[in-house]
């Protein structure tokens, strides 16, 4: 299955440039305020929110600049196992706080995060920028927005985690993009594949073999998915058939990023019923059209994920 968002890349979107125009001349570069508006992307691993944050940095909101929370994509390195948005595809839009830690000198926590990305907020703001924080780690989400945040205290995880706060400390604007669970699986059982074989696994063995595995196996990058699936295959400790080792990791990886994805969306759920005013935005169609060879791709994702997202974040900006 080619990427959907491959296929939406090398689209002309003629009749949507005129919506986009018609659309940016609404938009409003507010001056700075002591309550900030922020536009959160959120949304499972693979589900297009990198996509949608630079299609409205570039053709809608111009003056927006993107923080990453993705817990993994903080660290420096290792960039196709943990999926970074690469340089080219983030169209240059400014992005914060994307590979920028060394993993053996740093390991960044949701109060680290809270700290970190609240700087880059007043930052943005104070040259009237519009921040779109962005990523998939809903715990790095929660620290940084919620008012009341107990850095003990675990809203997610547990026999018994802790009440969702709603009172935010900024003016927020949640998007959610959502998958339907069975074709998002399906595309990230194949988005694995595309990755081992775009270079992950040259990218896996250098990191292995440099020693910095042995530095950071038990936090931060070293808990990557892929990192701990296939350190068998490239330690080969037990002495264990590379090939047969090396597919056992591959099926773990593919099974540990579907139960990632469910997680996320479980805690996005939590979120919810905790009062969080979600905006769901169904990409389920862009997936299913993508996986059957459609040619439809980039035209459904402009009419059912770009479209109501810019009218949402416009609303949101004119409030």
């Known amino acids: 299955m080619r990427s959907p968002f491959l296929l939406i890349s090398s689209f002309h979107h003629h009749r949507f440039n005129l919506f986009a125009v018609r659309l940016r001349s609404t938009t409003t570069h507010a001056a700075p305020s002591r309550h900030p508006k922020l536009i959160v992307i959120m949304g499972a691993t693979g589900a297009g929110k990198s996509r949608l944050s630079v299609d409205l940095a570039t053709r809608f909101f111009t003056n927006s600049e993107i923080i990453n929370s993705d817990k993994m994509q903080v660290y420096r390195g290792l960039d196709i196992t943990t999926n970074k948005i690469t340089t080219q595809e983030q169209q240059g839009v400014p992005h914060h706080l994307l590979g920028v830690f060394d993993p053996i000198q740093s390991v960044v926590n949701p109060l680290d995060f809270r700290t970190l990305a609240s700087k880059r907020i007043s930052d943005i703001t104070s040259r009237r920028g519009l921040p779109l924080v962005v990523g998939g780690s809903n715990s790095f989400i929660y620290s940084l927005v919620s008012k009341r945040f107990n850095p003990k ?6 026999p018994d985690p802790g009440p969702i706060r709603s009172e935010l400390r900024f003016k927020c604007c949640f998007i959610w993009v959502d998958v339907c669970v069975r074709v ?15 270079g992950m696994v040259d990218e896996l063995a250098e990191f292995f073999g ?3 595995y042995l530095k950071v196996k038990r936090s931060g990058l ?28 591959v099926r773990r990886i593919k099974e540990n990023t579907c139960e990632l994805a469910k997680r996320q969306v479980g805690k ?9 005013d979600l905006k769901r935005i169904d990409a389920t169609e ?8 459609g040619g439809r791709v ?11 997202s ?5 609303q949101f900006l004119e409030e």
């Open 153 to 158: 205290s675990d809203v997610f995880n547990g």
């Open 184 to 198: 998002l699986n399906q595309y990230l059982s194949k988005r694995v594949d595309e990755m081992l074989n775009s």
């Open 210 to 212: 440099s020693g910095e």
């Open 222 to 249: 070293g808990q990557a998915i892929g990192v701990p699936e296939l350190e068998g295959y490239f330690t080969n400790v037990d002495g264990a058939k590379s090939e047969e080792v090396y597919d056992e990791g």
């Open 268 to 276: 996005i759920l939590r979120l919810k019923e905790g009062g969080w």
């Open 286 to 293: 862009v997936f299913r059209t993508a996986d059957s060879g």
């Open 298 to 308: 980039a035209e459904i994702w402009e009419k059912q994920v770009v479209e109501p």
């Open 310 to 314: 810019v009218k949402i974040v416009n």
